[in-house]
C-alpha cells in the first residue's frame, strides 16, 4: 500500500482558505483512488471528497459542494484539496486516503480501520468565527 502525509492545515477565519497537501510514497500514485475524509471531535468520520486515478472525475459531499476543490498531480505523487469560504462547522482533523479499488469504493469508505485503504496520519484545520 502507499504511504500518505498530509500538510497544510492550521487555523484560519471564517471566509478564508487552506490548501491541503498529501504526499505519496511507497507506491505507483496513479493506481489508487484519492480521497479526503474529515472527523470533527466527538463525531465519526465523514466523506469530504474523491478522485479517480487521474483526476478527471470527482465527488464531493453536500456541505463542501462548491466550496472545496480535489485534485491531484501523478508526475509530483502529491493530491491537494482547495478550500475556500471556510466555515466554522470545517473544523476537523482531515485525512487523506487512498484506495485501489476505485472511488466508488472509497467514497463510502466510514472507518479510518478499513484496512484496505492507506491513510494519512491527518492533519487539524481549525476555523474561527
Known amino acids: 500500500q502507499v504511504q500518505l502525509v498530509e500538510s497544510g492545515g492550521g487555523l484560519v477565519q471564517a471566509g478564508g482558505s487552506l490548501r491541503l497537501s498529501c504526499a505519496a510514497s511507497g507506491g505507483i500514485f496513479e493506481m489508487y483512488a484519492m480521497g479526503w475524509f474529515r472527523q470533527a471531535p466527538g463525531k465519526d468520520l465523514e466523506f469530504v471528497a474523491v478522485?479517480?486515478?487521474?483526476?478527471?472525475?470527482?465527488y464531493y459531499a453536500d456541505p463542501v459542494k462548491g466550496r472545496f476543490t480535489i485534485s491531484r498531480d501523478n508526475a509530483k505523487n502529491t493530491g491537494y484539496l482547495q478550500m475556500n469560504s471556510l466555515k466554522p462547522e470545517d473544523t476537523a482533523v482531515y485525512f487523506c486516503?487512498?484506495?485501489?479499488?476505485?472511488?466508488?469504493?472509497?467514497?463510502?469508505?466510514?472507518?479510518?480501520?478499513?484496512?484496505?485503504?492507506?491513510w494519512g496520519q491527518g492533519t487539524l484545520v481549525t476555523v474561527s468565527s
Open positions: 478522485t479517480n486515478w487521474s483526476g478527471e472525475t470527482s
Open positions: 486516503a487512498a484506495d485501489g479499488r476505485g472511488l466508488h469504493t472509497l467514497k463510502l469508505v466510514t472507518s479510518t480501520t478499513d484496512s484496505s485503504v492507506s
